[in-house]
């Protein structure tokens, strides 16, 4: 079972991560994001940012509906999230040798193996 903590150990290993001031967590490469806090929107009320759940960039529409519709009890999406490569990651649901994995992939599309 993985946290936020081990979100931040992972990600601030790879190398030219920027973590960017939150509530929670958010980590970028070469200004683009590739894995932060979920912002939890329900109507009418405020934005709550979740650290039990990390948003992962994914790459493209196929990745996102293969981890979503694959691995349900992990991955899952929201309308808001139509339409862009990024998908909601129940840390609670992976070990950290797999956060490693996700997260390593999010960074190396978004090209922080450029360089």
Do not use: C, H, N
């Amino acid at each position: 079972m993985a946290d936020a903590d081990d979100v931040r150990r992972i990600a601030l290993r790879l190398p030219g991560v920027e973590e960017i001031d939150s509530e929670g967590f958010d980590f970028r490469v070469g200004g683009k994001g590739f894995v932060w806090s979920y912002p939890e929107r329900r109507p009418g009320q405020r934005r709550v940012i979740r650290t039990d759940i990390a948003v992962l960039f994914v790459g493209d529409e196929a990745e996102k509906q293969a981890l979503v519709l694959g691995e349900p009890q992990r991955f899952f999406t929201t309308p808001g999230y139509d339409g862009f490569p990024l998908v909601m990651l129940r840390l609670d649901e992976v070990d950290a040798e797999r956060l490693a994995e996700l997260i390593s992939d999010a960074w190396r599309m978004r090209g922080g193996d450029a360089g």
